[in-house]
């Protein structure tokens, strides 16, 4: 009798259900990903930074290198656009323009005064630098600007750049830093960890010693060491990269370890065997039968040894062994911050310091809420 | 007893072979750096007036040993690095033993006192959040933890002193007084090292505390849920003593393993944070080294020196596992 009686609830069920059987491992992650809040949340954040740093070029209203300084405002204070100020309300933002003056009342320095009585209003999408979109389509629009003058969001470093041009871009750059070493590192570790884990015995042995005593080297002291040798009379792009490998080139002993721990423990199932009795090449094996076996895996250590290495990149050029000016990265600008002049009078320089908390924060979280989807049992010790 | 030995012996045995590859690879990156001693030694008198040619570079590098091939160079680097004696410093002209002093003993202690203080905070809070089932309390713990992963120790440095100088007017660095600094040791030296050295200790037990409440509370709450320690309070242990006698006592064997690891870490963050407090220890000197005078032999020496205390420390762990640990002596003395 009950039988008969189909009710709806139950049969969407059984259609989840069925989509749960037959769903494939990346929709089966997805789910799994979907349920931890703190790693959607730190989803949404990293994926605004990431646009962010994407469309630094399009954000940001001034060029963040020299060229686009503001002579006029060194060490200038944050201007947070205003929508009512002594003189009522507008809809469109505003900012006071200021104004420099040296004269004998000011001691013949120059002193830089903020004008109350008059506004400045926000212009959206206007013309300024020639920038190429993506390094591509060569646009000059910017999102916002103002209709004279200057605006600086963040306020301007000792040369004044605009701090808040420089933080956007700084965001792309650590990214990018972040994804080249992490590729080196993962070609290295693939390698290494590939021979070491299929071959096993004294190959794995061997390799294995090494791996141990590279590891037990502290790390940025040895980046500092290797990155010392870069000529000074290099560009800034060519550090840029180099940089960038060097920290490949010492970040693969940990995820080496974890691709050998994987093949170990994958190399004795039947479906290896199977692919060897037909024939199959050593590399043919790893790289068609071993590697897919935890592809998620992978995805989850890079997305989590991404965050060491903007910190080491942010450590190296604060400093002043990694990038270097024209490129602009969190520890390019955190160069001058120790001086107590900084710490004292512009305390702006500590802004781009919160963004890449949020950065690196947002990878940590994701990277732990992909790994606890990733694993199937992670429900079961919870 | 004899195995126990053999057992020492062998771990000995590993920790001076990671040595030997260490310190080939530290030997090659000060090989690397364009231009050798006699250059530099020579490049100096040139700029004394005196004129030099490719003769006396010669000269000089057969007076200095640098014709001698690459390995026994090496060899000869590394057995008087064992002696503890690292050669001079071809920019300062000193000798490095000499120059460090007890410089590095300084950034040591600094360095084991922080770890110390992480394990403190992190042993007794990581087994309590593994033990509750207080959801708030383990959500904070986790932002707590995972903040002290993504803030680098630096920025944790830079911040302090902001907020120092901003509200204090002290910005809280270096590690002694004006009038201590070139004092001889004694014990008001002490103090007042130990008055400067709390914000050092704070700043690098940040991140390892993090780390470290991390790693308690995964290996806590793998082992809480195991059959033993129902049946443990099945037979009415409960509370306090439940924990620390059964789940703690088997979270503690891999705790103990990753010291090592820890250490390292904290060394990591030690030259940065050196540099930034204005620490005059083996970090900063490092940082010098590196950044400023480009002496690799003094770098080369430090990095050999920090890496030779956390293989002794990883060698020390192994050991004490031993005797700690009644599944592994047992392992071991078969």
Redesign the interface.
Known sequence: MTSETTNPATETDQKAKEAYFTASQGQLIWARFKKQR?AMIAAWVLIALLLSGLFASFLSPYDPTVAGRDKDYLNGAPQLPQFCDGNGCSLRPFIHPVERERSLATNFRWVTKVNEDKRVYFTFLPKGWDYKLFGLIPMDRHLFGVEEGYVHLFGTDATGKDIFSRTLHAIWTSMQVGTIGVMIAFVLALIIGGISGYYGGWIDSFIQ??T???????????F??????I?QEWSAETRFFIISMILGLIGWPTLARRVRTHLLTERNQEYVLAAQLCGASPGHVIRRHLLPSFTSYIIVDLVISF?YMV?SE??LS????GLKDPVNSLGVM?QS??S?DV??NY?WY?IP?IF??AL??AF??VG?GLRDAADPYSDS?K | MLGFMRFVATRAAMAL??LV??SL??FS?ME???GDCAERYLAFKNTQGSGISVADIEAERVRLGLDRPFLERWTSWLFNAFRGDFGDSCILRLNISQLLGDKFWLSLSICLASLVLAYAIALPVGIIAAASHNAVLN?VL?FVS??G????N??LA??I??IS??YFGD?LTGLFSDQYRDAPWSWAKFLDMLGHAWLPVFILGWSATAFALQTVRALM??EI?KLYVTAASARGVHGRKLLWRYPARHALGPIINSL??DL?RI???L??VA??LTLTEAGSL??EA??RS?D?QL??A??FM??AS??TL?FATDVLLAVLDPRVRKSIIR
């Open positions: 703190s010693m090494i141990d005593a590279v590891r037990t080297v502290p790390a940025i002291p040895l500092m060491a290797i990155a010392a040798f000529p965050p910190l942010t450590a604060f400093i002043g062994l955190l911050v120790t107590a710490l004292l305390q500590f310091v890449f908390i690196v924060m940590v979280f732990d010790h | 072979v990671t590859i260490v690879v530290v990156l690397l750096v364009p959500n986790r995972y903040l992963l993504a803030m680098p630096f920025l830079l911040i002193m902001l100088t901003v910005t709450s793998d849920g090592g690891f390292n060394f990591n963050e030259p940065i540099l930034i490092l940082i590196l950044a480009n690799q770098a080369g430090i990095i920090l890496t956390i293989v990883n």
